[in-house]
Nanobody
């Protein structure tokens, strides 16, 4: 069955960096777009970044452009999110998710979800 497993979350000071990983299995990885989403307490789940199916073009929310980088290693069925210059408002549970659409940062478009990894940015 399809499975996504996130790792790499933790506690970091403002201005610091973390790299999240998402390992996928149970579906044709190269044919799916993979998105990173986050949900902070009291807020809706929002799309942070997406890497497209096949050619792996990338897309980012305005709030993280220039700070976050999404990438993939198709041979390892893994997607990464490199997060630099972290801010307290980046604190959230981060989820990776997969869709057969070309790309999407809309949670409702996603077919498969990981369990999430917590990122806490202290001030």
């Amino acid at each position: 069955e399809a499975q996504l497993v996130e790792s790499g979350g933790g506690l970091v000071q403002a201005g610091g960096s973390l790299t999240l990983s998402c390992v996928a299995s149970g579906f044709t990885f190269d044919d799916y777009a993979i998105g990173w989403f986050r949900q902070a307490p009291g807020k809706e789940r929002e799309g942070v970044s997406c890497i497209s199916a096949i050619d792996r073009d990338t897309d980012y929310a305005d709030s993280v452009k220039g700070r976050f980088t999404i990438s993939s290693d198709n041979a390892k069925n893994t997607v990464y999110l490199q997060m630099n210059s972290l801010k307290p408002e980046d604190t959230a549970v981060y989820y990776c998710a997969a869709t057969s659409r070309w790309y999407s940062r809309q949670p409702d478009d996603m077919y498969y979800w990981g369990k999430g990894t917590l990122v806490t940015v202290s001030s």
